[in-house]
């Protein structure tokens, strides 16, 4: 069983629909959480940074940490076109330097 | 801002061949990280560094090795190509701290081997 298990999709939705990713993970040590954009032939860039349990907004994003559940969810509100990317769950614990990756869905907002 | 740099975009090298992928980061980051992300697999971890010459194994080091004589710079060698390492590859760095540190990525290099 892999330690960060992420649905690779593809998933594709309307615009202006709500949009949520979701990463399941095994191991209880985890604290940092975040959720990374990564478009066609580029490099992935941070989109949230969580620590421990609880909710992050920024904009339309809204990054949920459930860690009793070992659940993390994505929520994108009012999707458009320009969201269309993969987006990676990634997470470490307390003093690791290394990130633990989901394998990434591919999301596409339709216009 | 952060930048991370990669040498090439795009490469075509033949088997058996070395090849070198470089990477360069401009924000005194001690950590540095190769990945390589294939579809269906995600990225996995070739090697990591935490110093200067300093390097650790990551998940898939086998027919790689790694280079870092200078903070900045981490080279990433395959020492004799295989049609197996065509694949995306993605360098990173990050400060040291507690842990969780943010990763930022370079552009990636598509690397083809015939």
């Known amino acids: 069983q892999k330690e960060v298990e992420q649905d690779p999709g593809p998933l594709s939705v309307p615009e202006g629909a709500i949009v949520s990713l979701n990463c399941t993970y095994s191991?209880?040590?985890?604290?940092?959480f975040m959720w990374y954009r990564q478009y066609s032939r580029k490099g992935p860039e941070l989109l949230m940074y969580?620590?421990?349990?609880g909710n992050k907004e920024d904009g339309r994003f809204t990054a949920q940490v459930d860690k009793s559940s070992k659940y993390i969810s994505l929520f994108i509100r009012d999707s458009q076109p320009s969201d269309s990317a993969t987006y990676l769950c990634a997470m470490s614990g307390q003093g690791a330097q290394k990130l633990v990756f989901g394998q990434g869905t591919r999301l596409t907002i339709n216009p | 801002d952060v930048k991370v740099t990669q040498s090439s975009r795009y490469l075509v090298k033949r088997t058996g061949e070395k090849v070198f992928l470089e990477c360069v980061q401009d924000?005194?980051?001690?950590?540095m990280f190769w990945y390589r992300q294939d579809p269906g697999l995600g990225l996995r971890l070739i090697y990591f560094s935490y110093d200067v010459k300093m390097k650790e194994k990551g998940d898939i080091p086998e027919g790689y090795s790694v280079s870092r004589e200078k903070k900045e710079r981490f080279s990433l060698i395959l020492e004799s190509a295989s049609t197996n390492q065509t694949s995306m590859y993605l360098c990173?760095?990050?400060?040291?701290?507690?842990?969780?540190?943010?990763?930022?990525f370079g552009p990636g290099t598509r690397l083809l081997v015939l």
């Open positions: 990173a760095s990050s400060y040291p701290g507690t842990g969780g540190e943010t990763q930022y």
């Open positions: 924000m005194d980051h001690e950590n």
């Open positions: 969580t620590y421990s349990s």
């Open positions: 191991n209880s040590a985890f604290q940092y």
